[in-house]
């Protein structure tokens, strides 16, 4: 293990070990076997590898073996390699020529200029979403804002996790973009693995709640400049949080 932590580190599978230690309890595996069931085999198989890499059953730099992978989903190897290679477009899994495809692996410097970029993207939405949003596309996002209090006053973790994201969703296809909604869309499943992470630490849930009703009231008022600046603040204090568990780490191994 490094005995220091730079920003040009990578993401390793120690220091996630670390970080969970210290601030993730026991929150359950996500579900998805629900909402796929519709789905052909490859997005079964693409949702299922994908969840793994989101709740950390499968981490940074660990290695894909298809054949293995198959053989655990009950499936051929080609669904295996499709969802593969879907997760390698959308940047989770990576291609090295010494081992084949493996998780991903992210430098400390990349993932927050990964985070700065979707706190951009999430307050463009925004800023669109306060000049289109219908009626009815406000309402809903003002339902999904009181669910997502029920799940935190349930302290149901794994809802949460889900109910905030539908928030997120309803916002992007608020903006009525295609394009935008489309890559920060793709951006956020890139950083999901790290985010809810992030989502889970305390105090979290319950700023992420304010935040909301912060980008929901400037998107009542169809105020984009204020839609804006709270979308973007929402995801740069995720993207703070990141730093602090960084700076945490770091002090944690140098001791
Ligand atoms: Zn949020």
Known sequence: MASSFSTNDVLTLSNWKIFEKIHIKNEPAMNI????????RTEVILAEIEAMII?????SGERLDEALLAKKFGVSRTPVREAIRALTAIGL??????????????????LIEMFELMAVLEGM?????????????RSEMFSTHKELEKTFENNDH???????????DQLYAASHTQYLAGE????????????????????RMRASLDEHLEILTAVEAGNSEQAM????????????????FIASLSNKLQK
Do not use: W
Not at 125 to 137: K, L
């Open 184 to 203: 920060t869309l793709r951006l956020r499943r890139r950083l999901s693995p790290y985010r809810m992470r992030v989502t889970y630490q305390p105090g």
């Open 158 to 168: 794994e809802k949460f996790y889900s109910v905030n994201l539908k928030f997120h």
């Open 55 to 59: 709740n950390g059953t499968l981490t």
């Open 93 to 110: 899994v990576q291609n090295t020529c010494r081992q084949g495809a493996e998780v991903a692996q992210i430098s400390v410097s990349m």
């Open 229 to 244: 600046a709270a979308a973007r603040s929402h995801m740069r204090l995720i993207g703070n949080e990141l730093e602090d």
């Open 33 to 40: 076997q629900q909402s796929i069931k519709k789905n052909t």
């Open 125 to 137: 939405c925004a800023q669109f979403a306060a000049r289109r949003a219908t009626n009815t596309e």
